[in-house]
């Protein structure tokens, strides 16, 4: 780690304190005795995701979080829930191991996570992601939604 005031590679590090996602460390810089800080996160490779064209993206949080956000619209559902949804299929798509996810799989972790966090939510998230076409298809949905077994 090069100092940012002198630019000589030699620092220590006189203390270290670790974060949710990364490791915050004071150093000294050997050659100018001055002290500065230093931020280290863990770098994480996300899948690609291959979508129904055959493009690839990487891997958007922030679009997951969004899709999540516009389900539970004007409904009593917590941001931190949504959150915690949204880092569930980021961990699955992750634990996955593999270098490319279909956006199917992705659709159908993000769909996973509504069916336990909010109903209304998930039928307004599987009305678009099932592209239903008729009034009778988004029926036949709800229908399937009322007649599953509890869990």
């Known amino acids: ?18 974060s949710e996602a990364s490791i915050r460390r004071r150093r000294e810089c050997e050659a100018c005795s001055r002290r500065f800080t230093t931020q280290e996160r863990v770098e994480v490779r996300l899948p690609m995701v291959v979508k129904k064209d055959g493009r690839r993206e990487p891997f958007d949080r922030e679009k997951v979080h969004l899709g999540f956000r516009i389900a539970c619209r004007k409904r009593s559902v917590a941001a931190e ?41 998930w039928l ?16 036949e949905l709800v229908r399937g ?4 077994e509890p869990r």
């Open 124 to 139: 307004r998230f599987a009305s678009v992601y099932q592209e239903l076409e008729s009034p009778e298809a988004l029926l």
């Open 1 to 18: 780690m090069r100092c940012p005031f002198c630019g000589d590679p030699a620092s220590r590090v006189i203390d270290s304190r670790a």
């Open 81 to 121: 829930r949504i959150d915690q949804a949204v880092d569930g299929v980021e961990r699955a798509a992750l634990e996955t191991g593999e270098r490319e996810i279909d956006s199917i799989e992705v659709g159908r972790l993000v769909l996973a996570a509504l069916e336990d966090m909010d109903k209304v939510a």
């Open 145 to 148: 939604m009322t007649t599953k």
